[in-house]
């Protein structure tokens, strides 16, 4: 099972990264003043819905939000091009590993509950 640190150790790389990111592209020093990569979830939360629901329900079945993801898992920064793109091999191998362990945490996780609402299924229509 994935442990917690490591989710968090993941997280702030990736937050430190495109912090550096932002740095870099000039987002941070100009009138923008947002991350490349993160701007999408900060743009998304000022325009959903006023309740706290309607903001959770908009940020999950959202695709921007899941491109975003994307583009984090798969470390698409700027510092990242060029000569220095040969960095981005260890780190995909990172990411692979972090998603093969999340797979396996919510196959553990979700299998169990999952065989147990199907077996009070087919006990209701036992009897």
């Known amino acids: 099972m994935l442990q917690t640190k490591w989710i968090i150790f993941f997280t702030m790389a990736f937050m430190l990264c495109s912090i550096f990111s932002g740095i ?9 003043a947002g991350s490349g990569i993160l701007s999408p979830i900060f743009e998304m939360w000022t325009v959903s819905s006023s309740s706290a629901i309607g903001k959770i ?3 999950v079945t959202s695709s921007t939000l899941y491109n975003t993801f994307w583009h984090m898992f798969c470390w698409d920064y700027a510092m990242y091009t060029g000569i220095y793109a040969i960095i981005k091999i260890p780190l995909f191998c990172i990411s692979a590993g972090m998603a093969y362990s999340l797979l396996i945490t919510l196959i553990s996780v979700v299998g169990p509950l999952f065989s147990t609402v199907l077996s009070s299924i087919t006990n209701l229509f036992r009897y």
């Open 24 to 32: 870099i592209e000039g987002t941070y020093l100009s009138a923008n």
């Open 57 to 59: 329900v908009s940020l």
